[in-house]
Structures are given as C-alpha cells and as structure tokens.
C-alpha cells in the first residue's frame, strides 16, 4: 500500500514554456502532500506543503507565481512551473501523507520528475 | 539553528554489516526517519523511530538516543542492491521534516 505515483516521469521544455506535474496518491487518501526539488548529490529541499482544498503554504525563497500548487482532491496534487528557465531544471519529487496509519507523519514519495529546460 | 549531520560517504563490502550515524539539533523532536534513495530515484521509506532503542525490521535496523540527538541504522550481510544514498530525517515541533544531505552507501565485491 501507500503508492505515489508522478507523471511525467521525464520532460524537456523550451525556455519560457509551462509544465504541469502532476502527483497522485493511488491507494490511499492524502490530505497533505508535500513537492520537493533535489538538485545532484543533494538533499531534499522543500517547497510547499499542499493541502487538500487549501491554497499550498511555500517556504521561504520559492516564488508562488512561478512554481503553481493546485491540490484539487484527496489523491490530486500538481506542480506547475511557469516560464521555465534553465535555472529551473532539477529533480522534483512529490510525497504524500498518510491520513491514517502508522506512524502518521511518514511521507511516501513519488517516483520523481526530471525536468530539463532548454 | 537546525541541523542534521550524516557522513557524506561510506564503503563497506558485501556480506559485511555496516552502520551509518546521525545527529541532530532541532526545535522539538517528534520522530526521526530513515529513507534509501537510489540514484535517480525518489526516497523510500526504511523506518520510524520516536522513542529512545533499537528498531529491527529484516536486515536494517534503527536506533535512537534522543538525549543525545543520535541515531544509526544498522545494515547487515550487505548486498550490492543496498548501495543507494540514507537520508535521516528529523520531524520538529511544528511537524515539520528537516532533511539530511545523506550519506552515500558504496558496496564493494
């Protein structure tokens, strides 16, 4: 149990162009979920807590407008990165938390996304 | 401020046990997590530990000091499989997970 999955798994983009990642709880309801970008031989390094019907609480340094958080149901999270740049080009990774179960606070995590902005 | 300290890296051979440290110093202390990540893919959940000894679960296990803001995690008869990065994870007082940069696991024949 507790599987999340992301799509895309690979995308390359134009300079200036969107892109919608989404990430999905399959087995389970996430009231929260939780996007992640890793840069090589990095840690995690968060971005926003998203709340099942809420607007997303970012952290200190990630810009709101570009970086878009949409947590429209209980399996339904997406990251949208407007005008991408190249400086955007990274590892993002989403994770979800159990609303139930042991222990409650574990995050499980997608499998990721790698975009390259050209 | 907090902080997270793991070794960057370590080599063990296969077949060996290996154990790899984390202290920390947060603002409050509700758990502490260890996850594997392989390269190129997202972390996965190892083990839980909240209160003060050793947790098993197969091969891995976990253990934890909160007087002294320290855990390992324990691998034993290593296989060339369990190379991979270890994050510890510390959940603070608002709940609130404070990442590792983790440590590199290298897995010689």
């Known amino acids: 149990g507790a599987v999340v999955s992301q799509h895309p798994s690979r995308v390359i983009c134009k300079s200036g162009t969107s892109v919608k990642i989404e990430c999905r709880s399959l087995d389970f309801q996430a009231t929260t979920m939780f996007w992640y970008r890793q840069f090589p031989k990095k840690s995690l390094m968060l971005m926003a807590t998203s709340n099942e019907g809420s607007k997303a609480t970012y952290e200190q340094g990630v810009e709101k407008d570009k970086f878009l958080i949409n947590h429209a149901s209980l399996t339904l999270s997406t990251l949208t990165v407007t005008s991408a740049h190249p400086e955007d080009s990274s590892f993002y990774i989403c994770s979800a938390k159990l609303a139930e179960g042991v222990p409650q606070e574990t995050q499980y995590f997608g499998p990721g996304t790698r975009l390259l902005v050209l | 401020g907090q902080n997270i300290d793991q070794p960057t890296e370590m080599t063990a051979t296969e077949g060996a046990i290996v154990q790899i440290n984390c202290t920390y110093q947060t603002s409050g202390f509700n758990g502490l997590f260890w996850y594997q990540q392989h390269a190129g893919e997202a972390p996965t959940f190892l083990s839980y530990?909240?209160l003060d000894g050793l947790e098993e679960k197969g091969r891995f296990s976990s253990f934890l000091s909160r007087s002294k803001g320290y855990s390992y995690l324990l691998l034993k008869e290593l296989q060339m499989k369990d190379s991979a990065s270890y994050l510890c994870a510390v959940m603070d007082s608002n709940y609130q997970l404070i990442w590792g940069a983790g440590t590199k696991l290298i897995i010689k024949p």
């Open positions: 530990n909240v």
